[in-house]
């Protein structure tokens, strides 16, 4: 594999991991009443997080999970939770009104206050676990031994896959006004409450793949790996 296939295939993969399409009418809802340079300011922030926490696993990754003692299992299993936790509240309850924003409206002009709140509340559980999760980083730090193989070329291309993948994401989410303003609120509700039980899904699939690899043999391969071929 040469350097730019290490990019191509590492672009590829952040990007369905990171999922800016699904995740589109989420950012919506938490950034619902918002003009378009909050929206847009909000998103920059977010991506841009994204990119230097991505980063920081390349360089540190498995060494820093090594440092405390933290199996990859481990991580899926706490990742696994937080994303069921956060399905849970998005499939029982109002999550426009849990990340409802009153000073939107009226913060017009306050672009950086309101980009800076919005941030605050959208790192957890948004950016971590939602978007960068478990596979993500697990991702990148299977890519990181890759790229130390092919030298300086390797790293310059998984550096450039991660900032692309972090450019998509931002025109996406940037672009949700005319998803919202079309979905309108009831919309929004519904498509949150329908992504939240498919969310809850997925924390209970990364839960089981964290036990099956703690717990060989615990689980079947058809459960922890049921879709072998067509996987991501």
Request: proline content about 4%; glycine content about 12%; charged content about 10%.
């Amino acid at each position: 594999m040469n350097a730019v296939d290490l990019g191509v295939n590492l672009f590829v993969a952040l990007f369905a991991l990171l999922d800016p399409i699904g995740n589109v009418p989420i950012f919506a809802a938490a950034t619902a009443g918002a003009s378009l340079r909050q929206r847009i300011t909000v998103s920059a922030m977010i991506c841009a997080f994204a990119a230097v926490f991505l980063g920081f696993f390349f360089f540190t990754g498995l060494g820093l999970l090594q440092f405390f003692g933290i199996s990859l299992a481990a991580f899926r299993i706490a990742g696994g939770i937080l994303l069921l936790l956060l399905g849970l509240d998005m499939a029982r309850e109002d999550f426009l009104k849990i990340f409802a924003d009153a000073d939107a409206a009226t913060d017009a002009q306050d672009v950086r206050g309101y980009a800076k709140r919005r941030f605050k509340r959208l790192i957890v559980p948004f950016a971590i676990p939602l978007m960068i999760g478990p596979g993500a980083i697990s991702a990148i730090i299977i890519q990181a031994g890759e790229a130390q193989k092919l030298g300086a070329a390797g790293t310059a291309a998984s550096l450039t896959a991660m900032v692309a993948a972090c450019v998509v994401t931002f025109l996406c989410f940037a672009a949700t006004g005319p998803i919202s303003r079309i979905l309108g609120d009831v919309g929004m509700a519904i498509v949150v409450r329908v992504l939240g039980l498919i969310l809850c899904a997925l924390a209970i699939q990364f839960i089981l793949m964290g036990l099956g690899e703690a717990l060989p043999g615990m689980f079947s391969a058809g459960v922890t790996t049921p879709y072998p071929s067509g996987g991501h």
